[in-house]
């Protein structure tokens, strides 16, 4: 498994556990890490992961919503809910990551960590946000 699989996996790991607390996402982090021997390789991706989904959360959720029309966001599992704010804020804000890689990654750790009808969720969702609401937004200068 590559490190950056293993990084996406450390940052679903600490975004699940904030879904639980209040605890600051450095904090969090630190616990984790510790607590699941992280290898000192993964961490830096792991952490912007973390820091970046939480400095944007809001404009992550503002998406999700738009796109899950039938479902509130408190709805969606919360696994799935971590895993999709992760892959929106590598859609929007990590351009050396290519759209198709991100989504697959989403889709492959939503069956990992749920269910193969979470990979199919997740990829309806992502697929629909990057195909209509990202251009759309862009093109009104939202994001």
Known sequence: MGRRRRSRELAIKVLFHLEFT???PASAFD???????????????????VEGVYAHIGELDALL????????LERIAKVDRTILRMALY???????I???????????LGKKFCSEESGAF??????K??????????????T
Do not use: C, M
């Open 31 to 49: 616990l984790i890490s510790t607590n699941f021997g992280a290898a000192q390789e993964i961490k830096a991706f792991s952490k912007e992961l």
């Open 129 to 142: 946000i990057y195909h209509t609401l990202i251009p759309q937004a862009r093109s009104l200068d939202i």
């Open 122 to 127: 997740i990829n309806g969702i992502l697929d």
């Open 22 to 24: 209040r605890d600051d």
């Open 65 to 72: 919503s738009k796109a899950s029309q039938h479902w509130r």
């Open 90 to 96: 590598e859609l929007l804000y990590r351009d050396d």
């Open 98 to 108: 290519p759209p198709k890689v991100t989504i697959n990654e989403a889709v492959d």
